[in-house]
């Protein structure tokens, strides 16, 4: 059921990404700022940040919403009236707007960080800068609280992803780990 649901994604992405409009997807992200901040670098640290994530993931993780797939009380309501063009205008425009840290890791995530981001291997599928790639998402410079709450519930089982790899990664962390990892990805690129 996952994969007929991520190719169909895939599908609309392919289908219609050729025709996306950077310049319309700016025009029409005022909504989005609202909570993911300004140009998509978040200020809220529970909701993530979207600037600089791939084209891909993002009109995948709207049309997951969309769908129903994916369901979160703010999200869904939004992405509900959005058209295949809309989705894939807003990821267009997105993913050209460079993310900007908040924070940087603490010194001991600093200094652990990178141990562990190896152990989990996270570079895997989140890309050798862990900015993302096609329809996985960057995790880099990402809110920090956000990243924890997402760590916390594929290891609950109550996130899914579309191949179970996250799921599968997230089991073996402890909530120490969860810590770690989320203020070391938080503080990658930041100044």
Do not use: W
Not at 27 to 46: D, F, M, T, W
Not at 87 to 116: E, I, Q, W
Request: proline share 7%.
């Amino acid at each position: 059921m996952r994969l007929r649901i991520a190719a169909a994604a895939l599908a609309l992405v392919a289908g219609t990404a050729g025709a996306a409009d950077a310049g319309a997807g700016k025009q029409k992200a005022a909504l989005c700022e609202a909570c993911h901040g300004p140009e998509g670098n978040s200020v809220i640290p529970a909701n993530p940040s979207i600037a600089g994530q791939p084209e891909q993931f993002l009109t995948t993780a709207l049309y997951f919403f969309r769908e129903g797939n994916r369901k979160d009380p703010q999200m869904s309501p939004i992405a509900a009236p959005l058209s295949n063009a809309d989705m894939n205008d807003l990821a267009a425009y997105f993913t050209t707007v460079k993310r900007v840290p908040k924070r940087a890791a603490s010194p001991g995530a600093a200094a652990a960080g990178p141990a562990l981001a190896q152990k989990l291997m996270c570079t895997q599928c989140h890309g050798p800068e862990l900015k993302g790639t096609q329809h996985i998402p960057g995790v880099a410079g990402q809110q920090i609280e956000y990243l924890k709450t997402q760590l916390t519930l594929f290891k609950a089982g109550k996130r899914a992803d579309i191949d179970g790899n996250m799921t599968s990664a997230a089991q073996a962390l402890t909530p120490k780990d969860i810590d770690l990892l989320a203020d070391y990805l938080s503080g990658i690129g930041a100044p």
